[in-house]
């Protein structure tokens, strides 16, 4: 089982990699997608992370607020399309 993170807040810079490298440490990550606009292919600054069920939130309390390549990342339980995302 596995739970999903919503990251904001990120640098255009961020790469799969450097967000896999970021939440390991707290539980094997799954997978991460980060979105890009559909149009243009520009990072939109946010993404998210599916990680072992149980790591969640501890990454979420440890990672919110921290700064990440010099911004402030926004980190919280992502919300299904039908909580009103």
Same mark, same amino acid.
């Not at 896999?20 to 979105?35: A, Q």
């Given at each position: +089982?596995?739970?999903? $993170?919503? @990251?904001?807040? *990120?640098?255009? =810079?961020?790469?799969?990699?450097? +967000?896999?490298? #970021?939440? =390991?440490?707290?539980?094997? @990550?799954?997978?991460?997608? #980060? $979105?890009?606009?559909?149009?243009? =292919? %520009?990072?939109?600054?946010?993404?998210?992370?599916? $990680?072992?069920?149980? =790591?969640? @939130? %501890?990454? $979420?309390?440890? #990672?919110?607020? %921290?700064?990440? %390549?010099?911004?402030? *990342?926004?980190?919280?339980?992502? /919300?299904? /399309?039908?909580?009103? /995302?």
């Amino acid at each position: +089982m596995s739970n999903t $993170i919503y @990251v904001a807040n *990120l640098p255009d =810079s961020t790469t799969e990699d450097d +967000m896999t490298t #970021l939440f =390991s440490p707290y539980g094997e @990550v799954y997978s991460v997608k #980060l $979105i890009s606009a559909k149009d243009s =292919s %520009k990072p939109l600054g946010y993404g998210f992370v599916e $990680i072992e069920e149980g =790591s969640a @939130v %501890k990454a $979420i309390h440890e #990672l919110n607020g %921290k700064e990440f %390549k010099g911004q402030t *990342l926004q980190v919280n339980q992502a /919300r299904g /399309r039908s909580e009103g /995302r």
